[in-house]
């Protein structure tokens, strides 16, 4: 059965201090893997597809990576403006275009 | 840019009711998708439709139904509302075009309380 398991489950960090959030995967087949911010009372917001291990993709303060067991969202020098609720989720080929997510983790960043 | 439209933000329903959630993306997805998101549960899929009139169950299809009549729209249907459907629910898009972008693309979603 594919799975998504992300860790930690909050996670409060100063200003300027870096991080890093996980995503552990179980998937037949992974077709992709996508890493989402959710602000509350909105819907998630797509921030990256990864497809193979190895790929990493960058977008201002987030990097996230990808190995053939997880995935890990690095937040360097984080503002409070990033502070949101952070969505990992897979597709997998044998899944009929079924997306799977994971519970998140709420990251807190304070001035 | 994709955008998916939900028809309310909030909702208040009574138990018992028959309601109606509606969903409208304008990319020409072919995947359309309903969720529901409650505190320390994450989003768990409903229904999902790959196609028009094709419907799958996802992992928590009881006491929903769902209705696809038209490429860019997408029903969720409570058939008779309980008060353990209060949540909020979310829907979203994805294209299934072999070499597209297979990322999920969501609405601002519609948070139900049943009363």
């Known amino acids: 059965e594919d799975q998504v398991t992300q860790s930690p489950e909050a996670l409060r960090l100063q200003e300027g201090e870096s991080s890093s959030l996980n995503c552990s995967y179980t998937?037949?087949?992974?077709?992709?893997l996508f890493w989402y911010r959710q602000d509350p009372g909105k819907g998630p917001e797509f921030l990256f597809t990864l497809y193979s291990a190895g790929e990493e993709k960058e977008k201002e303060r987030l990097k996230a990576t990808l190995t053939k067991k997880e995935s890990f969202l690095h937040i360097t020098a984080p503002k409070p403006e990033d502070s949101a609720t952070y969505l990992c989720?897979?597709?997998?080929?044998?899944?009929?275009?079924?997306?799977?997510f994971g519970s998140g983790t709420r990251l807190s960043i304070r001035p | 840019d994709v955008k998916v439209t939900q028809s309310s933000r909030y909702l208040v329903k009574r138990t018992g009711e028959k309601v109606f959630l509606e969903c409208v993306q304008d990319m020409d997805h072919e995947n359309m998708f309903w969720y529901r998101q409650d505190p320390g549960l994450g989003l768990r899929l409903i229904y999902f439709s790959y196609d028009v009139k094709m419907k799958e169950k996802g992992d928590i299809p009881e006491g929903y139904s769902v209705s696809r009549e038209k490429k860019e729209r997408f029903s969720l249907i409570l058939e008779s509302a309980s008060t353990n459907q209060t949540s909020m629910y979310l829907c979203?898009?994805?294209?299934?075009?072999?070499?597209?972008?297979?990322?999920?693309?969501f609405g601002q979603g519609t948070r139900l309380t049943v009363v």
């Open positions: 989720a897979v597709q997998a080929y044998s899944s009929a275009s079924k997306i799977i």
């Open positions: 998937v037949s087949g992974l077709r992709g």
């Open positions: 979203a898009s994805s294209s299934e075009v072999t070499g597209g972008q297979p990322e999920a693309f």
